[in-house]
């Protein structure tokens, strides 16, 4: 399978506890975007990568967010200290350069009770 | 503020018929959108998109009409088939960086 991977597909946390999502992009694809969903929304933005470097950081990214791509490969997402208000599906999308088509993974989707 | 809206939470078509999904844009920089289809439990599939130097794009079934003046766009499917049933996005790109997604029209074809 070529296609965006994301793991894991589902993640029940308890609230306050850190959790981790990975996502390996289509290898060739030097773009990488985290996308949010949640209930009757669209995919919302989170932050993107070219490379290895994060270029840009949405507003809804807060403090508790972070992310990583070392090598310009597969990239992570960290959430600490979750709240029930993180629940939503967790997308990953890759891109290459000069295509404004980005091609989505199936998604972690994440819940904290 | 919602820069990508589409005002019908779903529709519902026979099937064979036309189907057509809507979406409407304030910002007047867009100059190219999208349109992705997502299945339950799947993450979203480019569907189609069209450049705002144009006013239709074709693709198969799938044709998407732009009217600049309007700030509207459309999705039209025909004929329509039950594996169509999806919730369908428009999007555009904010730069080169991300897409802004409307929050989606759920069509369901009825066989």
């Known amino acids: 399978d070529t296609g965006v991977s994301q793991n894991p597909r589902h993640k029940i946390t308890k609230r306050g506890q850190n959790v981790t999502f990975r996502c390996d992009p289509i290898?060739?694809?030097?773009?990488l975007y985290w996308y949010r969903q949640t209930l009757g929304q669209g995919p919302e933005f989170l932050t993107y990568f070219q490379n290895e470097a994060q270029l840009e950081k949405s507003r809804l990214l807060s403090d508790r967010f972070s992310a990583e791509r070392p090598k310009g490969s597969f990239s992570t997402l960290e959430i600490q200290r979750t709240e029930q208000g993180d629940s939503a599906m967790y997308l990953c999308?890759?891109?290459?350069?000069?295509?404004?088509?980005?091609?989505f993974g199936q998604g972690t989707r994440l819940t904290v009770v | 503020d919602q820069q990508v809206k589409q005002n019908s939470p779903s529709l519902s078509v026979q099937e064979g018929r036309i189907s057509i999904l809507n979406c409407d844009y304030t910002n007047s920089m867009f100059d190219y959108f999208l349109w992705y289809k997502k299945y339950p439990a799947e993450g979203p599939t480019f569907l189609i998109s069209?450049?705002?130097?144009?006013d239709k794009n074709e693709d198969g079934r799938f044709t998407v009409f732009l009217n600049k003046s309007a700030k509207h766009l459309s999705l039209h499917i025909v004929p329509s088939q039950p594996g169509d049933s999806a919730v369908y996005f428009c999007a555009a790109p904010s730069g080169a960086n991300n897409l802004f997604f409307g929050t989606g029209t759920r069509l369901t074809v009825i066989p």
């Open positions: 069209i450049s705002s130097i144009k």
């Open positions: 999308a890759s891109s290459p350069g000069g295509r404004t088509e980005a091609f």
């Open positions: 290898s060739e694809h030097n773009r």
